[in-house]
């Protein structure tokens, strides 16, 4: 009976799920249907694109796992010392209203925010020295800008998530910790934050994993800064060109699957080894 | 600061707010700044955004950001928004809402039962199913773009609705939810209750389990739209042109906007305060959802399904 309910799903993970991993491998191994080995993988790393893109990703990513953890994991802790009930909810759903705006259109938002012609904030922009839209979005800022967006449209989602995993905690264990005389930050430093740990890798891996399949920030700023930002920024954009404007689906294949083996194996270490599933 | 008082005596709980120490006190204030400053961070924004549309091009670069216009702009903008190639912004706003309609539907007819099967019955392949439903759960959804578009352009569907829609349906995290949630908040027993009383399988989970799962129906169904709407990577490959949903047609307004992008100068241009109400339009469904879903958003109810 198991079979027939679970049937239709069941379909839909092989097509979208099983498939296209299975056809992107073949892709990448074979040209025109002969198999080449490793050939589109030597072509995509000899290409003069792979290495700054992989760069670019890399900076982003570290720029934003640190940001995130911090500010995720204080703000978590801040909106749960708050006692009054409405306060502490119209907080949590402040923050987490960005969320509404993922894709594009926190991106167009952005463009808005960043250009010190049209900015509520352009004085912020000015007093770091940016006087133009293409001043803003040079590359040396993109990692920090596209930290922003990705913080402002995701962070209020994790801080509620965080905020979960607090109410959590017993009762009992946080009576006795101020029962032995611990203020709010010995309690978060020796009680909250080792018991959110499980939380906060879970939010590591799985921002690292996002993280890496930057695609809607660059290319939508590209095309906004008419190639200021370049189109080959990061490593999906890059599978893109090869894809849509060379014909290269191989090569596209190659780029995709190694993002792929990287998302996987986060995931499948989080699944065995994260006890966070640990249901079954 | 605090340190200190962990040489306090216990008398230190009958401390009342009135005669907190300094240094708690510059705690609190410290706290209270930082909440307003990511406050500010996080909502003004929104708040910007929604008061954009009521000016001019000339208004938005001159006035105070924070000011409101008036109504006759915004229906100028409105106006000079549906004008653009036809009203463009209505096939794109029919497209979002046919895709992630159609998607909503296939999504809980097949995400639902799956759920349940993994949670209250048992079938040879009930653990590799469970096991790779979390891991492809766990990918971000657009390390599949491309595969799924190589796939897709193989067997000839790109441009087709079905080639986002097919997508879209398919949910791990859906059937994730609904299998912690079918083994956490429904007895067995109440099934074979139901089964001793001559019920069929089909009956069982059609009278007795789907009842019972209303919420998780309700919060599969809220993921499964929200993330849908604004998805842009696999329509923007996948559906080009007239079919685009209004995520990607966002983008492509913009390339008609002369200050972002020079080269369009000539043709028909958008005006900012112009694309800024297409921003707001585009998101004006998702939001509305939230708005309306406020109290569990805020509850981490998420965070309660994984809770050991």
Redesign the interface.
């Known amino acids: 009976?198991?079979?027939?309910?679970?049937s239709?799903?069941?379909i839909?993970?092989l097509?979208?799920?099983?498939?296209?991993?299975l056809?992107?491998i073949f892709?990448a191994f074979t040209k025109q249907g002969a198999f080449v080995g490793f050939d589109n993988f030597a072509k995509v790393f000899g290409d003069y694109r792979f290495f700054p893109a992989v760069q670019h990703v890399a900076i982003y990513l570290v720029v934003y796992l640190v940001c995130l953890t911090l500010?995720v994991v204080?703000?978590a802790l801040?909106?749960h010392?708050?006692k009054v009930r409405w306060i502490s909810?119209s907080?949590?759903?402040?923050?987490?209203?960005?969320?509404?705006?993922?894709?594009?259109?926190s991106v167009?938002?952005?463009?808005?925010?960043l250009?010190p012609?049209?900015?509520?904030?352009?004085f912020l922009l000015k007093a770091m020295g940016l006087e133009s839209?293409v001043q803003t979005v040079s590359v040396d800022n993109l990692p920090v800008i596209f930290t922003v967006i990705a913080f402002?449209t995701g962070?209020?989602g994790w801080i509620?998530?965080?905020?979960?995993?607090l109410?959590?905690i017993s009762n009992d264990v946080m009576e006795a910790a101020?029962?032995?005389?611990?203020?709010?930050?010995?309690t978060a430093r020796y009680i909250q934050i080792p018991m959110l740990r499980k939380?906060i890798s879970y939010m590591g891996?799985?921002s690292l994993?996002?993280g890496?399949?930057l695609?809607?920030e660059p290319?939508?700023l590209s095309?906004?800064?008419?190639g200021v930002v370049p189109p080959d920024y990061s490593l999906?954009q890059l599978?893109?060109l090869f894809?849509?404007r060379q014909g290269d689906?191989n090569g596209?294949?190659a780029?995709?699957?190694i993002?792929?083996v990287v998302?996987?194996g986060?995931?499948?270490f989080?699944?065995f080894r994260g006890?966070?599933?640990?249901?079954? | 600061m605090s340190a200190t008082n962990l040489t306090e005596t216990p008398e230190v709980t009958a401390v009342r707010d009135k005669d907190i120490s300094p240094g708690r006190w510059l705690g609190r204030a410290l706290a209270f700044s930082v909440t307003g400053l990511f406050l500010v961070f996080f909502a003004l924004p929104i708040v910007w955004l929604l008061l954009a549309p009521t000016k001019t091009a000339r208004e938005l670069l001159l006035n105070n950001p924070f000011s409101f216009g008036a109504f006759s702009t915004l229906a100028d903008n409105w106006n000079q928004l549906t004008g653009f190639q036809n009203g463009i912004i209505f096939t794109w706003l029919g497209n979002s809402a046919f895709y992630t309609g159609a998607a909503l539907i296939i999504a809980l007819v097949v995400t639902i039962p799956a759920g349940y099967a993994l949670a209250m019955t048992d079938f040879k392949l009930r653990r590799p199913l469970l096991i790779l439903t979390l891991i492809v759960m766990l990918i971000p959804n657009t390390a599949l773009v491309l595969p799924i578009f190589l796939e897709l352009s193989a067997v000839k569907l790109i441009g087709s609705p079905l080639a986002v829609i097919l997508p879209f349906s398919f949910f791990p995290f859906g059937v994730y939810l609904t299998y912690i949630y079918f083994s956490t908040a429904v007895s067995k027993d109440l099934l074979d209750a139901a089964r001793i009383d001559g019920a069929g399988e089909l009956r069982v989970f059609w009278k007795i389990a789907m009842p019972l799962a209303t919420p998780v129906i309700a919060l599969v169904g809220f993921f499964n739209l929200t993330g849908n709407w604004n998805n842009y990577f696999l329509p923007f490959v996948t559906e080009p042109g007239r079919k685009s949903p209004v995520q990607v047609g966002l983008a492509e307004l913009l390339s008609n906007v002369p200050l972002f992008n020079p080269t369009s100068a000539g043709s028909v241009t958008i005006d900012l305060p112009v694309l800024a109400l297409a921003t707001l339009i585009s998101i004006a469904p998702v939001l509305i959802i939230f708005l309306f879903s406020q109290r569990f958003l805020v509850t981490g109810m998420t965070a309660g399904g994984t809770k050991e």
């Open positions: 009976m198991g079979y027939a309910f679970s239709g799903y069941g839909l993970l097509a979208f799920g099983v498939l296209p991993t056809y992107a892709l500010f204080l703000l801040v909106v010392a708050i909810t907080i949590r759903f402040l923050y987490y209203i960005p969320g509404a705006l993922a894709g594009a259109s167009l938002l952005w463009l808005f925010l250009d012609s049209v900015s509520p904030v352009a839209f402002w962070a209020g509620v998530i965080m905020y979960g995993a109410n959590n101020r029962i032995d005389g611990a203020g709010p930050i010995n939380w891996i799985m994993a996002a890496t399949q695609f809607v290319r939508v095309q906004a800064s008419k999906n599978a893109y894809a849509f689906f596209s294949a780029i995709s699957l993002l792929l998302a996987v986060l995931a499948a989080f699944v006890g966070l599933f640990e249901r079954d």
